[in-house]
């Protein structure tokens, strides 16, 4: 079945240290992003890419990294952890055209202590 | 800046139709987009609208006004199963997606 997986689902852990959040897909998507969400707010895109070796910065992309050596595979990496990096982070995936839809995965909910 | 707006919570019956509304303000359009999402899981696509008029979906329509800038999901004959948040987002000139805070809908029995 053609989905996408997120891990790990749930992420405690100290101040500065780093992290990656992995995220992949099996549909052969070459769209991919990574968005934050808090509780109640909208979904911030922090990066995407439109195929392998192609990565580009969303609107929080900062303090953090991504790669994407394979088609299905896109994870992120955080340096160093900090209390305000605590959020829902969302992967998500997408067909070529423009009118095609996300999929998102399940979420990692991280908190950084 | 680019804006969505819609409202922050709803309460409807069980059985009753209810209209969620979202208005934007965005550097083009390319479409605008309707996604579910139920407490502590992943949004789920709804519906697509980049033509104005009403695209229905069985009990789910959404329609859409490029004029004015506005659109409305309408959701009938509710279920318990329904409650959840109602995200609209919007693709900008750039085809990148301005996102909507969502509309979070209590069904109530």
């Known amino acids: 079945e053609a989905d996408i997986y997120q891990t790990p689902r749930y992420l405690v852990i100290g101040t500065g240290k780093k992290i990656t959040l992995e995220c992949s897909q099996t549909?052969?998507?070459?769209?991919m992003y990574w968005y934050q969400q808090d509780p109640g707010m909208e979904l911030h895109l922090i990066h995407y890419s439109y195929g392998v070796n192609s990565t580009e910065k969303g609107d929080l992309s900062s303090e953090s990294t991504v790669s994407r050596i394979r088609t299905e595979h896109f994870p992120l990496t955080l340096e160093s952890a900090r209390p305000s990096h605590t959020s829902q982070y969302l992967c998500a995936s997408s067909g070529t055209g423009d009118n095609s839809p996300l999929h998102f995965g399940n979420g990692t909910r991280l908190t950084v202590t | 800046g680019q804006n969505i707006d819609q409202p922050t919570e709803m309460t409807a019956t069980e059985g009753a139709i209810v209209q969620i509304n979202c208005t934007y303000q965005t550097s083009g359009f390319n479409g605008l987009f309707w996604y579910q999402q139920h407490a502590g899981e992943a949004p789920t696509f709804l519906s697509y609208?980049?033509l104005d008029g009403l695209e229905e979906k069985g009990r789910f329509s959404s329609f859409l006004s490029r004029s004015k800038g506005y659109s409305y999901l309408l959701l009938k004959e509710l279920q318990m199963k329904d409650s959840a948040s109602y995200l609209c987002a919007v693709m900008d000139s750039n085809y990148q997606l301005i996102w909507g805070a969502g509309t979070k809908l209590i069904i109530k029995p």
């Open positions: 549909m052969g998507h070459d769209k």
């Open positions: 609208n980049v």
